[in-house]
């Protein structure tokens, strides 16, 4: 799953856009002013990551703690929020390691996670659309 393709896929997910709170380098999508993803390319000096992120992009997504970790565990290219909470987000390194479904899945988990915490108002909005 390249950029282009992640990219369109969060745009996808109903009342999504992107920003650039942190620099051109590093998309933000959204949820109704609620982040569930970051999508920027690796340049291999993020620390604690021993040049994993390397020309690859990477995407940060909100995880269930104890399933973020099994991901960790099943994927080596699943690893702990680069510059996030490593509990409830992972870095998914997308260097075609991972069926593009399971990317995709992720994606859906962590817009739904994040939409499950909106009031209740909103979430009627947003899941009229899903």
């Not at 991972?98 to 947003?126: C, F, H, W």
């Amino acid at each position: 799953m390249v950029e282009q393709i992640a990219e369109k896929y969060l745009l996808s997910k109903p009342e999504t856009s992107m920003y650039y709170p942190f620099g051109d380098g590093v998309k933000v999508f959204r949820v109704k002013e609620k982040m569930f993803a970051t999508l920027a390319l690796g340049t291999g000096k993020e620390k604690g990551t021993n040049g994993k992120m390397a020309g690859h992009y990477c995407i940060n997504l909100k995880c269930d703690p104890d399933e973020a970790i099994m991901l960790r565990d099943i994927f080596p290219s699943v690893i702990p929020g680069y510059h996030m909470n490593k509990a409830q987000w992972n870095t998914i390194i997308l260097d075609g390691s991972i069926p593009e479904g399971e990317v995709e899945r992720m994606i859906d988990n962590s817009y739904m996670l994040v939409v499950s915490k909106m009031t209740k108002k909103d979430q009627a909005s947003i899941l009229l659309h899903v």
